[in-house]
């Protein structure tokens, strides 16, 4: 079945420091990929996402990039800020005509960014 | 804008007691799901709908019974909770395929 495996953490950081979260998935056909987060007390949120191979997925600043060869979907930022503090999610979605939208997740990675 | 609304936040219940956690959704989804969040395992598929009227097992589904009887609202139940169902719970929705999922805020269960 569908995996995805996520560097373990937890990560902690200073402010304005390179960030990179690696995601590596198994699965069959061409999923989805997806990066959510999970601020303290909060549900998920998508932060970015990318439905093909070479696709870029941006948003605040995070980047990650769909890569078929390797099959991963590594999370970077340039310069992390405090409120940057989160869990973050790996997920990949099967494309796959019965896969319903349902999503397989990584264990999730807990970054802390120290001022 | 509401989203996906999931009541209670909190709840502690003792061995054997039941309890239904109540999802709703204001973004016309077909598809809605319950998920269970444990420490170090990430996110795991409990049951979803791909439409009223339909359910559908997922992962881990033992333990657990849903219901979809309006389009708008997925409901979670626990006959005879058990310790082992210690976690947060998270409902979500989408319109499936590549699109994002939308999630509550979280159910925080405790079985003592």
């Known amino acids: 079945g569908d995996s995805v495996t996520q560097m373990e953490g937890p990560v902690t950081l200073s402010e304005e420091a390179f960030l990179t979260i690696n995601c590596t998935y198994t699965?069959?056909?061409?999923?989805?990929l997806f990066w959510y987060v999970q601020y303290p007390g909060e549900g998920l949120q998508l932060l970015l996402k990318?439905?093909?191979?070479?696709d870029k997925g941006s948003n605040k600043g995070f980047e990650a990039t769909y890569r078929k060869e390797t099959t991963s979907f590594h999370l970077e930022k340039g310069s992390v800020q405090v409120s940057d503090s989160a869990v973050y999610f790996c997920a990949l979605s099967d494309a796959g005509g019965t896969s319903y939208g349902k999503l397989t997740f990584g264990q999730g990675t807990i970054l802390t960014v120290h001022p | 804008n509401a989203g996906v609304t999931q009541t209670p936040k909190f709840r502690v219940l003792k061995t054997g007691q039941s309890m239904t956690l109540l999802c709703a959704q204001d973004m016309n989804h077909e598809y809605m799901y319950w998920y269970r969040q444990d420490p170090g395992m990430g996110l795991r598929l409990i049951h979803y709908s791909v439409g009223e009227g339909t359910t559908a097992k997922g992962e881990v589904p033992d333990g657990y019974n849903v219901s979809r009887l309006k389009k708008q609202n997925f409901l979670l139940g626990l006959e005879s909770a058990a310790p082992s169902q210690t976690s947060v719970y998270f409902c979500?929705?989408?319109?499936?395929?590549?699109?994002?999922?939308?999630f509550g805020q979280g159910t925080r269960l405790t079985v003592v």
């Open positions: 699965a069959t056909g061409y999923p989805s």
């Open positions: 979500a929705s989408s319109s499936g395929g590549r699109t994002e999922a939308f």
């Open positions: 990318a439905t093909k191979a070479d």
